[in-house]
């Protein structure tokens, strides 16, 4: 059943058959046609998404904000130098060797754990550079 506009008010239905036209069957039945099918589901997995380095960043990260802040709360924006070398008030300075004995741990544990890909691969370049930070800066202070 169809309903059909008239162009006022009451709407009026009809009975809708297949009228013909070329693509018609033959015997004057209405033409069946197969659902479509459902559009391919996206993935919203990430990839990589059960690389380690995703479950081990959340321990590492509180290391990394450490040598941002050693690296970044001094004057001007530059190297606290006092925190970096341990004369600051609070003694807080020793901090950086704790972040840089917790990331040589993190690095060591990670090796065992990491994959080829992306994921780890920026891990271990990341706890490479800020290993590489940490002595340089403990060995100035």
């Known amino acids: ?22 693509n018609a069957p033959p ?11 459902p559009p391919a589901k996206q993935s919203t997995v990430p990839p990589y998404s059960t690389d380690p380095a995703y479950a081990e960043i959340k321990t590492d990260a509180p290391y ?4 941002n802040a050693v690296l970044t709360k001094g004057q001007d924006g530059g190297v606290n130098w006092d925190m970096a070398s341990g004369t600051d008030a609070g003694g807080s300075g020793k901090s950086i060797y704790v972040a840089l004995a917790m990331l040589k741990d993190a690095q060591s544990r990670f090796q065992q754990l990491a994959t080829s890909d992306e994921p780890s691969s920026t891990l271990n370049a990341a706890l490479n550079t800020a290993i590489t930070v940490c002595t340089a800066d403990n060995e100035k202070g």
């Not at 059943?1 to 809708?16: F, K, P, R």
């Not at 990394?64 to 040598?67: E, G, P």
């Open 1 to 22: 059943m169809q309903a059909v506009y008239t162009g006022d008010i009451s709407i009026t239905t009809t009975n809708a058959t297949n009228s013909g036209g070329k």
């Open 64 to 67: 990394f904000s450490l040598i």
């Open 27 to 37: 015997d004057g039945s209405a033409a069946q046609s197969a659902p479509a099918p």
